[in-house]
C-alpha cells in the first residue's frame, strides 16, 4: 500500500521540541511520510528563544516546488510564519497547487512570550492565510489577537470561531489551554460546534504542543480521517504526549512524540 505523507511548512527548532522537528516526529508516529520547508531558523531551547533568522521567500518558493512537482502531498501543515514576504509567497504557492487539507497553526509567540510573528504581518494572515486553512488552530492568545476579543470561557471561545471562520477557515479549532479547569478545544465547521475536553495534565512540559495537535491533526486527514475524529485522534495523541513528556531541558520541556509507539506498539 502507498504511504500516505504529509508537508510542514514551519520554521526549525534546533532543540527538537516544537516546529519542523516536533512536525516530522508526529507524522512519522502516525506511519505518515514526513517532508518540511523550512520558513525560519530559530535559536531556542526549553526557556528562552536566542534568535531568529527568516529564510529567503526564494527559498521558501523553491522548497514548496521541490516537493510538489515530485511528490503527491496528501495533507499540508503551516506553522510560524515570521513576516509579510513569507506569507506572500507561501499563499501563492498554496493557492496553486491546491493541496486538499491545510491545517494552519498561527505560532505567534514562544513560550518564553517571544514575539515569533511580526505585528505587520497580522493583515496578511487574516486576508491570505486563513482562507487557505481545511482547519485553523489558533490558541486562545492567538484567537484574541487575530479577532480583537477577549475570550474568557467556552461561550467566547465559540463566538471567536464564528469570526475567524468568516474570514475563510472551512473549519476552526480554537484551542482552550489557557483557561482554567478542564483543556476544552471548540471545533467550528460553520454549522456546529463540537466540543473536545480532557482533564488538564499539570506540567511545565508543554514546548511545541501546538505544532504536535496541528501536525497530528494534518496527519490523520492525510490517512483520510473525517476532520471531527481526526481532531478527536490528535487531542488523544498530544494529551498522551503531554502526560509522558521525557522531563528534558531545563524549562518548559518538549513531549513524548513516539510514547505509543514505544511502549503499545501502535497508534492508529
Known amino acids: 500500500m502507498k504511504m500516505k505523507t504529509a508537508l510542514t511548512i514551519a520554521g526549525s ?10 512536525d516530522i516526529k ?37 522548497q514548496i516546488d521541490a516537493v510538489f512537482e515530485d511528490i503527491e ?28 487539507f491545510t491545517v494552519i497553526d498561527p505560532v505567534m509567540t514562544a513560550k518564553d512570550g517571544s514575539e515569533l510573528m511580526r505585528s505587520s504581518a497580522l493583515s496578511v494572515l487574516r486576508e491570505k492565510i486563513i482562507p487557505l486553512a481545511f482547519v485553523f488552530t489558533p490558541n486562545i492568545p492567538e484567537t484574541e489577537i487575530i479577532t480583537g476579543m477577549t475570550v474568557k470561557n467556552t461561550d467566547d471561545m465559540k463566538r471567536a470561531a464564528e469570526h ?19 483543556a476544552i478545544d471548540i471545533l467550528y465547521d460553520g454549522k456546529e460546534f463540537q466540543s473536545y475536553s480532557c482533564e488538564r495534565i499539570h506540567t511545565k512540559n508543554t514546548h511545541g504542543t501546538g505544532c504536535t495537535y496541528s501536525s497530528a491533526i494534518a496527519a490523520n486527514l492525510a490517512a483520510n480521517i473525517p476532520v471531527k475524529i481526526a481532531v478527536a485522534k490528535a487531542k488523544a495523541f498530544v494529551t498522551t504526549a503531554i502526560e509522558h513528556s521525557p522531563e528534558i531541558g531545563m524549562g518548559n520541556g518538549p513531549t513524548n512524540h513516539f510514547y505509543e509507539l514505544y511502549k503499545r506498539g501502535n497508534l492508529l
Open 73 to 100: 502531498v496528501n495533507a499540508v501543515k503551516v506553522g510560524m510564519l515570521n513576516n509579510i514576504e513569507s506569507m506572500n509567497v507561501i499563499a501563492e504557492k498554496l493557492n496553486k497547487y491546491k493541496p486538499v
Open 26 to 62: 508526529t507524522f512519522s508516529a502516525h506511519g505518515i511520510y514526513g517532508m518540511s520547508v523550512i520558513t525560519s531558523i530559530v535559536a531556542e531551547n526549553t526557556s528562552r528563544v536566542i534568535s531568529v533568522e527568516n529564510v529567503s521567500p526564494d527559498v521558501i518558493a523553491d
Open 164 to 182: 475567524i471562520y468568516s474570514l475563510g477557515a472551512k473549519n476552526v479549532l480554537v484551542k482552550g489551554g489557557h483557561l482554567d479547569g478542564d
Open 13 to 22: 527548532d534546533c532543540s527538537g521540541g516544537a516546529g519542523i522537528q516536533a
